[in-house]
Every structure is written in structure tokens, then in C-alpha cells.
């Protein structure tokens, strides 16, 4: 697939939907939800995401839900809520960052509220999204980082086949100052034809 040479042409969906998971872009009426979630998760995600202390209030939260519509409108990022296709449930965020129209690459971040881990959500949500960056956006090369002691995020990538491509040292310093290693996964086409099979 070309890449497209007016990005804020691209048209993107209302929403990608899996068995269990609902991916759509951000909208204003998410800050309550989303900021429950991140409270009821605080330090559970803290010492592997800093902008948890940014989400204070829920104010705080409401101008993240502005601004995260906003970089979709642009096509700067695609933050992306991911919702419980069974009753709408907020669980978390995803979405496709970093993003490189011109060479068509990707990474994907993501975090999940502590009482939905350990079902499989999360699994479903970056599968469905990697598909959609390579079927529909014409993806060169999509990328997972993470801390290489957040567990549960590393097997998130290597589970559904991501390519271990290295560990890059004292990336930045955690919460509690400490130097971070973060390690790096990624898929290019091939990869993806030879991984989709086994989803």
C-alpha cells in the first residue's frame, strides 16, 4: 500500500472493534472513566508511567480527552481508548505513536486498568491495532518499548510475536530515580505475514 501524502486526508474509523475489546478515538465524555481508571491503578502504573502524576484531577484528565482529539483530528498521534465491547467499560489506552507518515512506522503504547488484567485484553487490543497499521495504513514497521521489568508489558509483545531488537540502556530515570532499560520489539511486513497465521 502507498503511504498517503496528506495525512489529515487519511480517513480513519469511529471505532475498530474485536470479540471483547472496543478501540475508538478519545472523546470529552471519557475524562470521568479514564480518570477513575488511572486512580484505581495509580501505583500499579507508576513506576512504569510517568504521566500518571499529570492526571491529579479530573480536570487534569478532561485536557488530556481535549488534547487526545485534537493530535487524532491532525493525525499527529492516534491516542486511543480501549472499552469492554460488552457494556462500554473503560479498561485502558492504546494507540499509534511516534508516527512517521512519510516512512509509514509506528509504536504502539499501552496500559490497562489493574482490575481488567490478567483476561487477555490487552493482548486483543495491540493485536487489533497492529492488523489495522499494517492492513489499512500501509505500516513499514511497528514498535513495542517498555522498562524491561515491566513484566506484563514485554509478554504483551512477545506473545504475539513482536521481534526482540534489542535493549537500550539507561533510557531515562524511573519514579525513584533509578536508570531505566528499555527494550524494543517490532514487526515489519514479513514478520507480520509470518505472525498473523499463529493469531
Excluded at 500500500?1 to 495525512?7: G, I, T, Y
Aim: proline share 7%.
Amino acid at each position: 500500500m502507498d503511504l498517503p501524502k496528506h495525512p489529515m486526508l487519511i480517513p480513519l474509523p469511529d471505532e475498530l472493534r474485536a470479540e471483547r475489546v472496543v478501540l475508538r478515538p478519545y472523546r470529552p465524555d471519557d475524562a470521568a472513566a479514564m480518570f477513575a481508571a488511572i486512580d484505581e491503578s495509580r501505583e500499579h502504573l507508576r513506576p512504569w508511567l510517568p504521566w500518571v502524576e499529570r492526571h491529579i484531577t479530573v480536570e487534569d484528565t478532561r485536557d488530556f480527552c481535549a488534547l487526545a482529539a485534537a493530535k487524532w483530528l491532525t493525525r499527529e498521534d492516534l491516542p486511543i481508548a480501549i472499552c469492554d465491547a460488552a457494556d462500554g467499560r473503560y479498561l485502558g489506552g492504546t494507540g499509534l505513536h511516534r508516527i512517521s507518515w512519510r516512512d509509514g512506522t509506528f509504536e504502539i503504547g499501552y496500559w490497562l486498568r489493574k482490575s481488567a488484567e490478567g483476561r487477555g485484553y490487552m493482548r486483543e487490543a495491540v493485536r487489533t491495532l497492529t492488523a489495522y497499521a499494517f492492513e489499512q495504513l500501509g505500516a513499514r514497521r511497528v514498535a513495542i518499548t517498555c522498562d524491561e521489568r515491566n513484566e506484563r508489558s514485554r509478554r504483551v509483545a512477545e506473545g504475539l510475536g513482536f521481534v526482540p531488537e534489542g535493549r537500550m540502556r539507561n533510557t531515562s530515570l524511573d519514579p525513584y530515580g533509578r536508570p531505566r532499560n528499555t527494550l524494543v520489539f517490532a514487526l515489519i511486513p514479513e514478520d507480520y505475514a509470518r505472525v498473523r497465521a499463529t493469531w
